[in-house]
């Protein structure tokens, strides 16, 4: 009767301790789902934010992702732009006058500038005096070929972006190039944007489907010829020895397709 007893004891205690083990094993597994569905939930979290282009640096070039959040972003996309020429130099200096309509609130603005050093090697573009919506901008980056504005100066609705900038000129390798006439010596100057180098001369959105209205203003040379996209609307002196072109506003156009000429043309 004894033995019974004793044995029923280990019976129920063996017992006991097998639903602990599948009582334990069981929360376990639950707190491990649970776990589970709370990284997921954050996983999507930071997707969604890295979808809202959160991070500050976009990789080289302009990917799908970024050229997608753009074109949802912006609309009524104008660039007033001033070229200053001058004879025989290697560097374009500009100003520039970018302004838009967001859609809805970003982290930071992208613009597309970069640049390349004598041996043909990619580096930053020239910026400077940078302004957005009347205030100066002091903390924006360069990376990677791209201009990175921190979000807070802009606002849903219209925007406008101003600076100073300054971009190679080169007898090749470069999206504005220089070519001298062997037989009279004669300067040209002219733009190939295409597919993806007007960041190259300006800073801009390079994309084709965020197509813009562009005005364009040229100083060059006395004596030379400016053409442009747009027929011209005045010229007038600049400097001594040089002039200001002015060309009418373009329809909107992509920004490859943006080009200007200048030179002995005939």
């Known amino acids: 009767m004894e033995k019974a007893t004793i044995k029923r004891q280990k019976i129920g205690q063996i017992a006991f301790a097998m639903f602990a083990i599948i009582l334990f094993t ?12 709370g990284n997921s939930k954050d996983i999507g979290r930071r997707a969604s934010a890295i ?28 660039y007033n732009l001033s070229f200053d020429i001058a004879a025989s130099a290697d560097r374009l200096r500009g100003r520039e006058q970018i302004t ?17 050093d004598a041996k043909g090697a990619p580096i930053e573009g020239t910026v400077h005096d940078i302004k957005v919506n009347g205030a100066a901008v002091r903390d924006a980056r360069q990376a990677r070929g791209h201009l990175i504005i921190p979000g807070h100066y802009l606002s849903v609705g219209s925007n406008r ?29 002219y733009t190939l944007f295409v ?17 813009a ?4 203003d040229i100083t060059a040379p006395d004596g030379w010829t400016v053409v442009s996209n747009g027929a011209i609307e005045d010229a007038q002196a600049a400097r001594a020895g040089y002039r200001r ?22």
């Not at 506003?249 to 397709?257: G, V, W």
């Open 26 to 37: 069981a929360l376990s597994f639950l707190s491990t789902i649970g776990n589970a569905m």
């Open 51 to 78: 979808g809202r282009w959160t991070f500050i640096d976009p990789e080289s070039g302009i990917s799908r992702a970024l050229a997608r959040e753009r074109a949802r972003l912006y609309r009524d996309v104008r």
């Open 100 to 116: 838009f309509t967001l859609t809805a609130p970003t982290a930071s603005l992208i613009i597309d500038f970069r640049d390349v």
């Open 161 to 189: 972006v101003e600076l100073s900038f300054e971009s190679s000129i080169r007898a090749a390798g470069t999206a504005v190039t220089r070519y001298i006439d062997k037989n009279d010596g004669a300067e040209y100057i």
């Open 195 to 211: 597919p993806s180098d007007a960041n190259l001369a300006f800073p801009c959105f390079d994309q084709p489907d965020i197509k």
């Open 213 to 216: 209205r562009f005005l364009l």
């Open 245 to 266: 072109v002015r060309f009418k506003e373009t329809l909107p156009i992509s920004t490859y397709l943006v080009c200007f000429r200048g030179g002995a043309l005939r």
